[in-house]
């Protein structure tokens, strides 16, 4: 299959991959830090509610929260140590903003849990099993996105082919190439376990092809294994290849529906580094509590990769890289095209960070001052969702919302290529996540009021239905008055029920028993 | 002659026949204009148009009873969408009304409350749980931020509290803001 026919997406741009530094390195270790952040929210859903108290002692891989919805992770502590905060900390986001953390204490003893059942006769197991698992341990996407595996797994049926995504086309980024070099059986391990969870036979990695040797080293792992389901394809470099949407269209020919998802035409990727964090919870009972981050740029004095325990402050990291140099200046969490610039280094590695780029003053391209839109096309040109961002960024500028769903802004995959192309430098990209937000606020708000509105016509009715019951119990006494006028009797009668209905009323209001 | 009046009044008669059944067949129920108003307001209830919600404003919108500028929690953006509507122009808020604010909620100081249920009485949209003598409590979720129960409390323990920002509800600042701002720093 690798002499397999490629296609091509629409538009994407070549970039240089700046990632000779750290790709020539081995993979690095860091150390225990003292403390490990882990937020509570580290992937796309609801985030995980705590399951430890301050105070309590944790082991290396207790689970330390639970999702709180169906799209949701569990937390696992990364070392063993003791919970000393659970309270809003500043989490790596392009926001800046603070969100509830687990800050563990380490002790440095790095004292393993039980873990889970390690289940190395996985081919017995049954999809739901084995989705239970992932979902147990805590796996998630690791290309980024950081979306719920065990959910994803689940996708839908009638899958044809299993793509492992080992296309990281973006610059800088290169921890899935240091991955497949230095433990390709356990990347052919993961994906034989997704194969057997997906229930299909077909599985296609792709590498791009400016890294043969970590081409060569899974090939060789392939072979030593005899697998004959699974295939290698390299694919031509180019920028934002990664995208699930776009591989799908050089391997397959196909093109993902516009708001649909990869299986709906039969597809499923996952990035290898996934693969790997599925095989380690299926054969070992490991949660996912480290990853691969590539820390590179020229503000640190060794760009490699390291292996990484998640809620590791990125100072640990840097230090573990030699340390800044003094051409250091931007500190960015992802890329050098989706990443996004950060506070400072005490914030946490989290299950989808990458990469960490420190860059010099040179390394960032400076923004000079935007030009009007000269209506030249090359943003579209270059678009690989096809859209025309001059449109986009028209009435996203002039605050038309409504019309940005005609020209499906929510297929934008924020890629940043457009920004590139623009040769009036328009921030195309941020203000397509200006728009996207702000139609998530409106759609919030919509929300909101229909949920209001129907409150208030509820209560309205039931004041309404109230008064109408007194109305008619009024009438209804009234009648009876009337019935009663002129004999005595049936008088007297009322008068002594309405006064025992007092007294009741009466020893009800005991003055010993306010709790009425 | 004869012919062209038989004709003329039974084409009259037949076309009277199908509006009249088209009347009974298709009846609308309610006002179309009324519920396609209340859509565009934000259902905070509050009364600031000095009508007693969003509904009865509606309502005095379409019967040309109120103008559109009367609503402070909707602010520009739903004067913008009724004048759209409506065909008619935009104009600014009215003052009388009241000004633009962020979105609060309402949150009691619970050790505070007596328990008296007056601000159950006036919440709108029973978003307000307690009985008497009991403590009361706000559900977040379903308060509009109309402030009504403010006034009523007689111990002064409601308090209108911004919603804080969270990574769900963050909005990408529009780029054009974002230089302004960076400017301002």
Avoid at chain 1, 259 to 288: F, K, S
Avoid at chain 2, 156 to 165: G, L, N, Q
Wanted: one cysteine or more; charged letters at 25%.
């Amino acid at each position: 299959m690798s002499e397999a026919r490629l296609w091509r997406f629409h538009g994407g741009l070549k970039l240089d991959a700046r990632t000779a530094r750290p790709a020539a390195e081995s993979l690095g270790v860091v150390p225990v830090p003292r403390h490990l952040v882990l937020p509570l929210s580290q992937h796309v859903g609801q985030p995980a509610e705590p399951v430890v108290a301050i105070g309590e002692r944790v082991l290396m891989g207790q689970p330390i929260a639970r999702p709180s919805g169906y799209i949701g992770a569990k937390v696992h502590a990364s070392s063993s140590g003791t919970v000393v905060e659970i309270a809003d900390r500043p989490v790596p986001h392009p926001s800046g903003l603070s969100a509830p953390c687990i800050v563990i204490e380490t002790d440095g003893l790095d004292e393993a849990w039980r873990g889970y059942e390690p289940l190395p006769a996985y081919s017995e197991l049954t999809s739901n099993d084995l989705r239970a698992r992932v979902r147990a341990a805590g796996v998630v996407g690791l290309g980024g996105a950081a979306f719920p595996t065990a959910v994803k797994l689940g996708a839908g049926s009638g899958l044809k082919l299993l793509i492992l995504n080992a296309a990281e086309c973006e610059p800088y980024i290169c921890c899935d190439e240091l991955l497949l070099r230095e433990r390709p059986e356990e990347v052919l391990t993961g994906a034989q376990v997704l194969l057997r969870a997906l229930g299909i036979d077909r599985c296609c990695i792709a590498i791009e092809e400016d890294k043969p040797r970590a081409k060569s080293a899974l090939e060789a792992a392939i072979a030593a294994a005899g697998e004959t389901r699974v295939t290698v394809v390299s694919v031509p470099a180019l920028y934002p290849e990664g995208g699930e949407r776009q591989l799908i269209k050089v391997l397959t020919g196909e093109e993902v529906p516009a708001r649909g998802v990869p299986p709906d035409i039969g597809y499923l990727c996952q990035n290898v580094g996934t693969a790997v964090a599925v095989a380690r919870a299926v054969l070992h009972g490991e949660p996912l509590v480290s990853r691969i981050v590539t820390v590179t740029g020229d503000g640190v004095a060794r760009p490699r990769n390291l292996e990484v325990r998640l809620g590791t402050p990125i100072a640990a990291l840097v230090e573990a890289c030699g340390g800044y140099t003094d051409r250091a200046s931007h500190l960015l969490m992802g890329g050098a095209m989706m990443g996004f610039p950060l506070a400072d280094d005490s914030l946490p590695v989290i299950k989808g960070t990458n990469c960490i780029v420190v860059a010099s003053r040179e390394e960032i391209r400076p923004r000079a001052a935007a030009m009007p839109c000269i209506r030249c096309g090359e943003c579209a040109e270059v678009c690989p969702a096809q859209l025309l961002p001059q449109q986009l960024y028209w009435h996203a500028r002039s605050g038309e919302l409504d019309r940005l769903d005609e020209y499906h802004l929510f297929d934008c995959i924020e890629c940043g290529c457009c920004d590139v192309a623009c040769p009036s430098q328009l921030p195309l990209t941020q203000y397509f996540r200006f728009a996207k937000t702000e139609l998530w606020a409106r759609d919030r708000d919509r929300a909101r009021s229909d949920l209001a509105r129907e409150r208030f016509e509820a209560r309205r009715e039931r004041i309404e239905a109230e008064q109408e019951a007194r109305r008619l119990r009024l009438e209804e006494k009234t009648r009876a008055a009337e019935r009663t006028r002129g004999d005595e009797g049936a008088r007297k009668a009322m008068i002594d029920e309405v006064l025992e209905r007092v007294q009741a009323r009466q020893d009800e209001n005991d003055p010993d028993e306010p709790g009425r | 002659m004869v012919t062209a009046v038989i004709v003329i009044a039974g084409l009259a008669a037949l076309f009277g026949l199908a509006l009249g059944f088209a009347a009974v067949r298709f009846r609308t129920e309610g006002d179309p204009v009324v519920d396609r108003i209340d859509s565009l307001l934000p259902q905070t209830q509050c009364g600031q148009c000095s009508f007693a919600g969003c509904r009865p404003y509606a309502e005095a919108i379409a019967g040309g009873q109120a103008d559109i500028n009367r609503c402070p929690p909707g602010g520009e953006a739903t004067i913008r969408a009724l004048a759209d509507l409506l065909e008619r122009d935009p104009k600014p808020l009215d003052p009388e009304s009241g000004v633009l604010k962020p979105r609060t909620v309402a949150v009691i100081d619970e050790p505070l409350c007596i328990g008296c249920t007056l601000c159950i009485q006036a919440c709108p949209v029973d978003a307000i749980l307690g009985a008497g003598k009991q403590m009361h409590t706000v559900i977040t979720s379903e308060c509009t931020g109309c402030e009504l129960c403010v006034a009523p409390c007689p111990v002064d323990c409601i308090e209108m509290v911004e919603e804080p920002v969270t990574l769900k509800t963050w909005k990408w600042p529009k780029p054009g803001e974002l230089a302004q701002a960076a400017e301002r720093r």
